[in-house]
């Protein structure tokens, strides 16, 4: 059971967290490997309280500081985004999880999965961008990867025990973000500080901005295709404002079964560290009678536009989902950076998805250059705009 755990991305929401959840079960795991890309007073301190075998810092500038801070103890230090992606395969790890954010999650996940890794899969990135490549390598390897995301963890223990009954439909919970229910008058107008202000989750400002656009749901999607191996007709979102329902599974016979709980992330983390068991916590739980009115609704997809170019993108296969999420990145970087309006996101997005060179059956120097190729005309897009 006990499990020596590599985090990378420890600074972050999901990171910090998985760390609570280390914290709470001192006698069950274990951090080996720690890895930040900015946050370097942070990650000394998570060095320092954690004892791990190993820690990166992505920033090469960082390095000294972090080197000397940590020279007293018995702690090994990298640099560069490279060192992230070299240090999954060290053969003291048990599992890696991926928090981190974007593209930059891929070739980690593909490294660890190649070492045979259990993947603790909190980066949906990496499967949206090269879905087939990640599960192919997995099928492949034998390995393990266990979804972190609260709603593809719902599904995952939904179909737990299930693998002889056939899924008719997924049902993928958005809370709806702060804009649940506005109109295009109002949306043109959202600045950032209304989109990063999300009434259910505390999460980091990018898929805090996903999430407020309804990317975010797009991207688990995508991820749920691959994950749980689904038609695109296969997966409906709704909207449930009080996030209690994490997801559900239809079967074939119209039985339904649901994961709930609070929103908190602690619960699908723990899940995917203790897996195969479930472990006793000290987290709050959920009291229905503080919780009596569950409600659910069809997304606006008029007005969150995202949602419909993921399915599109999902449909058209290749690398446009690698498109999409290349587009998508530069596109929040410039909202959250003033440069651009809040719908003006899916424009963005929209156009490259017409414009960057489709590829039917991409291998992984393909997503590469997809992914430069799209941040390249989504930056000439937005200079265009201003």
């Known amino acids: 059971m006990y499990k020596r755990i590599a985090i990378l991305g420890s600074t972050g929401s999901i990171g910090t967290q998985a760390l609570e959840v280390i914290r709470q ?15 370097k007073d942070l990650l000394i301190r998570q060095a320092i309280e954690f004892s791990p075998n190993a820690v990166v810092i992505c920033n090469d500038k960082e390095y000294k500081t972090v080197r000397d801070a940590l020279s007293s103890y018995p702690v090994k230090v990298f640099a560069g985004e490279s060192s992230v992606t070299q240090v999954v395969e060290m053969g003291s790890i048990d599992l890696v999880l991926n928090a981190l954010v974007g593209y930059a ?3 980690p996940t593909l490294n660890a999965i190649a070492s045979n890794k259990t993947v603790a899969l909190a980066n949906k990135e990496s499967l949206v961008v090269a879905g087939d490549l990640v599960m192919n390598l997995a099928h492949q390897k034998k390995t393990l990867i266990l979804p972190v995301d609260s709603e ?3 599904i995952f223990q939904c179909l737990m025990g299930e693998s002889l009954n056939a899924v008719e439909k997924i049902y993928l919970t958005a809370s709806g973000g ?12 959202v600045n950032k500080d209304a989109a990063l202000n999300h009434p259910n989750w505390k999460m980091g400002n990018k898929i805090t901005i996903d999430s407020a656009s309804m990317m975010n749901k797009g991207l688990e999607v995508i991820e749920a295709k691959w994950l749980f191996n689904l038609k695109p007709s296969q997966i409906e979102v709704i909207v449930h404002p009080q996030s209690i329902v994490h997801s559900l599974v239809q079967f074939v016979d119209g039985s339904m079964k649901a994961q709930m709980g609070l929103p908190d992330m602690k619960l699908p983390i723990l ?33 969150f536009r995202n949602l419909t170019l993921a399915y599109d993108a999902l449909q058209m296969g ?9 587009a998508n990145e530069i596109a929040v970087h410039a909202f959250l950076d ?5 719908m003006a996101m899916p424009e963005i997005i929209e156009k490259c998805m017409r414009t960057v060179s489709f590829i039917r059956e991409p291998v992984y120097d393909d997503y590469v250059y997809t992914h430069r190729e799209t941040q390249s005309k989504a930056l000439e897009y937005i200079q265009s705009i201003n």
């Open 318 to 326: 290749g690398n446009v989902p690698c498109i999409l999420n290349a």
């Open 105 to 107: 999650g891929l070739k």
């Open 152 to 154: 593809h963890s719902a």
């Open 271 to 303: 899940f995917a560290f203790g897996f195969p068991y479930r472990l006793p916590s000290r987290f709050s739980r959920c009291n229905f009678l503080e919780h009596s009115r569950l409600t659910f609704e069809a997304p606006d997809k008029e007005i």
């Open 25 to 39: 079960n001192p006698g069950l795991f274990s951090v080996e490997v720690l890895t930040a890309r900015n946050n």
């Open 178 to 189: 702060p804009f649940r229910g506005k109109d295009r008058e109002h949306m043109l107008s």
């Open 338 to 342: 003033d440069r651009i309006s809040f």
